[in-house]
Every structure is written in C-alpha cells, then in structure tokens.
Nanobody, 123 residues
C-alpha cells in the first residue's frame, strides 16, 4: 500500500518546539522529493518546506526560514523540526511526496499526501 502518515503534532506554548514525523510506506518514496505544507482554518494550503530525494537540497517558506528544519533519513522517515513556534504556526501540517527528485514549493505538483497532524501554538 502507498501511504504517508504524519505524527508528532500537539499543543505547545509560543516559543516552544515540536518535531513532526512523516512515515512513508514504500521504498519508492526514497526516490521522491518530499514536502511539508500546512493549512489553517479559513486559509489556503501553504507551503512550508521541501527536501530533495537525496536530502542535499532544501527550500523553505520565508515565514519559517531560520526556525524550521526539514530532513530525511536513509530509511523511510521525513522530519520537520519546528523551533521558536508562534501562534501563527497553528495549522494542520501535511506531509507530501512529489514524483520527482527535485524540490518544489507548489502543492499541485505533489501527488501523495498524508492525513495531517494538528499543531496548535498557544500565546
């Protein structure tokens, strides 16, 4: 089965940290660029970060640059380390896979999506 499953979300105070996890179900995803996106109530889906298939290239939205770090291991996991969290970061966070090795911030270029994990940052 083809599946992406996010975890690690929760409630955290502003200034705190969370680490999100994306578990990929097949070895195929190791050939794909991966991305993290988020969607807050009443807002459009927003790009957060992306990483190339090899992990050698990363790209971030300006809103999270310097605070968030995307990474992947040589197994089946993709991570999003989130530091210095702000209330504006509150959203459902989605892991996504693109059928290309190259990074992209465009949601429509990603064909596989997880179910999302809720991140809530309190003030």
């Amino acid at each position: 089965q083809v599946q992406l499953v996010e975890s690690g979300g929760g409630l955290v105070q502003a200034g705190g940290s969370l680490r999100l996890f994306c578990a990929t179900s097949t070895r195929t995803f190791r050939r794909y660029a991966m991305g993290w996106f988020r969607q807050a109530p009443g807002k459009e889906r927003e790009f957060v970060a992306t990483i190339s298939a090899t992990g050698g290239t990363t790209y971030y939205a300006d809103s999270v640059k310097g605070r968030f770090t995307i990474s992947r291991d040589n197994a089946n996991m993709v991570y999003l380390q989130m530091n210095a969290l702000k209330p504006e970061d509150t959203a459902v966070y989605y892991c996504a896979a693109r059928e290309s090795a190259i990074t992209s911030p465009l949601a429509y270029e990603y064909g596989y999506w997880g179910q999302g994990t809720q991140v809530t940052v309190s003030s």
